[in-house]
């Protein structure tokens, strides 16, 4: 509209510049023959038909007529009446004045721009996390921002933000019964000189803590005994009151460590065959395990994985964000959110690298 508007302007400024060497006489015939047209042009479009004005012509008929008086404007052969122009020019200052008063920032503030350029770090230091990941990252760190906002921030530069993961069916029941449940089982991995290493774990239900039990080349019924005997212990020592396991049906577990459970008091509980959701947060554990870990480390034999995992098993328990419990890892809670203007407006966060850059771990500068 304003550019047709300044196009309007000019053109007829130069049709008043025309004008000046004109005399009365010449004005006169020119103005009595363009009200003739207008005449004519009123008869050939009829009384019911209304002539369309656009919004720059509105504009421009406003401001050009209405210094002249209303009883001038009445002898004017106009397409339309006096009073109309007069609502267009009302009309005219009523934008004028709304656009004055309408507030600069409408809306809630931006987000500041060190929290921008920490949610744009995290994302390209880690590729693969999402935008739920990266707000639980933030949570760690002490910056309250809404996830909402990591999401709009992601997809104004083009980032695709990774979707919420779908709860499974049975979530409901695990949630109420997480603080009895443990889950165990068995992931396997290859080493660079072509063995193949099982890794046992046990993951707590309620706390998501994980215990790594070993990793070996050969899970013998001795040594799949062993481990649970070292876990019985570590439960006792910890005062965890878990009565039920989860485990699968592997031909790995022998006979004799369902009598081990049952001396501590603790349930096995079989999931059905080819049903891996029946043990989900364990097998989310074991995703969780390949992603981070042995599918971004090449490892070259079984002393170096189980350095990896004792890492990885830190890493987990002491910094990682979990959305099951509200962002906070299972032995270290979510600190307060900061509230000092000046502190959030400076931020600078360090990051501590695990297994030479593998895992990165993010925390305040003292």
Known sequence: MLLRLAYLTVTNAFAALRLLPMGDRDKDVETLALRHQITVLKRQLGADTRVRFTPEDRAFLAALLTSLPREVLRRLRLLVRPDTVLRWHRDLLKRRHARACRPKRPGRPPTVRSIRVLILRLVRENPGWGYRRVHGELGTLGIKVAPSTVWEILKQEGLDPAPERASTTWADFLRSQADALLACDFLETVTLSGQRQYILAVIE??????????????????????????????????????????????????????????????????????????????????QSCRHELLDRCLIWNERHLRHALREYEHFYNQHRAHQALNQAAPLRTVPDPITDPERITDLNIRRRDRLGGVLHEYSHAA
């Open 205 to 286: 239900h309620a706390t998501r803590r994980v215990r790594v039990l070993g990793a070996t080349a050969h899970p013998s019924a001795n040594w799949v005994i062993q481990a649970m005997k070292n876990l019985m212990m570590d439960l006792e020592d910890a005062g965890c009151q878990a009565r039920y396991l989860i485990r699968d049906r592997d031909g790995k577990f022998p006979a004799l460590v369902d009598e081990i459970l049952t001396d501590a008091g603790i349930q096995s509980i079989l999931t059905g065959i080819r049903i891996p959701r029946m043990n989900s947060i364990m097998e989310r554990w074991v």
